[in-house]
């Protein structure tokens, strides 16, 4: 799988949107880009995938470039609750697919 | 989303004695079955892979005598520490994979083991 290469800390203001940047200059044609997030102490929480096209869901939004050697993830209005590590990863999407984690961004969400 | 629970949530135990750790799949049939391993302020680290009713796959440099994985059926999943030492107090995470929708991987919350 690609490596990613992410900020390891980031700051947002409560209410603002956070913008969480992920680098995957060498991510193949047929992986994809998945986010998750780990709040202290508990598992992994899946928030959002995607290819090649720009994604939208209830929790977030992904930006891929066209390249798709970066994207970003957008949560539109930052609460307390998404203080978390946010990882970043890219995988095959079929067959014997592992998740393996990066480092991650430390996101602080401050009121 | 589909629901996989792990027990205990956490446990404490002596220096030398063995523990196990259950993950269930609780609204899902998973065909496969991950094991991570976190400590402290640090990322999870993938220790191996099983599928249901296959010997597990370890990665590199996690001992797979210290480490039994069992997964003897759709639902369930067992990691047992053998032998525990202190240097195995980690945060263990089980993660399931669905044979239906399969390129969806899903998390447990967690089991904290503790070594005294």
């Known amino acids: 799988d690609a490596k990613t290469t992410q900020p390891p800390s980031m700051d947002c203001a409560e209410g603002r949107a956070a913008n969480l940047p992920c680098n995957h200059s060498?991510?193949?044609?047929?992986?994809?880009v998945y986010w998750y997030r780990q709040i202290h102490s508990q598992g992994p929480q899946y928030i959002i995938h995607?290819?090649?096209n720009n994604e939208t869901n209830e929790m977030a939004s992904l930006i891929i470039t066209e390249d798709r050697k970066s994207s970003t993830l957008i949560l539109p209005h930052a609460t307390l609750r998404d203080t978390a590590v946010y990882y970043c990863?890219?995988?095959?999407?079929?067959?014997?697919?592992?998740?393996?984690f990066g480092a991650g961004t430390r996101l602080f969400v401050k009121a | 989303g589909a629901v996989v629970s792990q027990h205990p949530s956490w446990v404490i135990c002596k220096s030398g004695t063995s523990v196990k750790i259950e993950c269930r799949s609780l609204?899902?049939?998973?065909?496969?079955m991950f094991w991570y391993r976190q400590f402290p302020k640090q990322s999870l680290m993938l220790m191996a892979t099983?599928?249901?009713?296959?010997?597990?796959?370890?990665e590199q440099g996690v001992e797979k005598d210290k480490f039994l994985i069992n997964h003897a059926s759709l639902t369930l999943s067992t990691l047992t520490v053998t032998s525990a030492h202190p240097e195995d107090s980690s945060f263990y995470i089980c993660?399931?994979?669905?044979?239906?929708?399969?390129?969806?991987?899903?998390f447990g919350p967690g089991t904290r083991l503790t070594v005294l």
């Open positions: 990863i890219v995988r095959i999407d079929t067959g014997g697919f592992k998740t393996i």
């Open positions: 993660s399931a994979r669905s044979g239906t929708a399969y390129n969806e991987q899903f």
């Open positions: 060498t991510i193949s044609g047929n992986e994809y």
């Open positions: 609204d899902f049939q998973a065909t496969t």
């Open positions: 099983s599928n249901e009713g296959s010997k597990a796959t370890y």
């Open positions: 995607g290819l090649k």
